[in-house]
Each structure stands twice: as C-alpha cells, then as structure tokens.
C-alpha cells in the first residue's frame, strides 16, 4: 500500500521560493519513481518533475534551473523546492509514484498512486 500527502502550498508573489513536501508511506521502502505534476482549472496535468530510486532527476522544460526535486530517505519524504516563482507556476500540484524502471512523466497513467494535492498561488 502506498499512501502519499502533499503539504507546503501557499499565496506567494513572484519571483519569491516555496518547498512543497510529499510524505510517502511505503510498504517496502522509499523505491519508486517519484514525481511531482501540476494542473490548472480547466487543463490536463502537466509534469512537472521526476527522481527515479538511483537519484535521476528529469524536469520539464519551463521549470528547469528554478525547481528543484529531491528526496529524504530516512524521513520517506520527497520535496519540490521552487524558487524565481512566476504567475504561471499558479496551479495544484500533486506528488505521484510509479515501480521503477522507465521514469518520466509520460505517460502520466503509469503513475499509480496520487496524493491529494496542495495549492500554490503566484501572483504578480
């Protein structure tokens, strides 16, 4: 069983840094693919970031150099540091695992397992 809670969203202003953590429990320890999607009022999710177990980091093309996807072990929780927030980054985000292997964000159904979501609100 694998159960995943997001938490650190809030109302920022652009250009500010949030960290956004996913607790994960895991029966069998920290060994999926992890990833962090994100998804407007009205529009698909959109991946955001993955980290696969060996530590591979991937991130979409918008939020490469500004976010920042990372993992404690011991703590079974994986976090998305945000920084040089833009308006654009405006949406829920959601951390997701798949088993590992093949670790991108497509396609999106392989992930299995969902959390809840936390808000985050950029404005200008």
């Known amino acids: 069983q694998v159960q995943l809670a997001e938490s650190g969203g809030d109302s920022m202003q652009a250009g500010g840094s949030l960290r956004l953590s996913c607790e994960a429990t895991?029966?069998?320890?920290?060994?999926?693919?992890m990833g962090w999607f994100r998804q407007v009022p009205g529009k698909g999710r959109e991946g955001v970031a993955t980290?696969?177990?060996?530590?591979?980091?991937q991130y979409a093309e918008d939020v490469k150099g500004r976010f920042t996807i990372s993992k404690d072990n011991d703590k079974n929780t994986l976090y998305l540091q945000m920084d040089s927030l833009k308006v654009a980054d405006t949406a829920m985000y959601y951390c997701?695992?798949?088993?590992?292997?093949?670790?991108?964000?497509?396609?999106?159904?392989?992930?299995?397992?969902w959390g809840q979501g936390t808000q985050v609100t950029v404005s200008s």
């Open positions: 997701a695992a798949k088993p590992p292997g093949y670790c991108d964000t497509e396609p999106e159904d392989a992930f299995g397992y």
């Open positions: 895991f029966y069998g320890g920290f060994l999926f693919c």
């Open positions: 980290l696969d177990v060996d530590g591979t980091t």
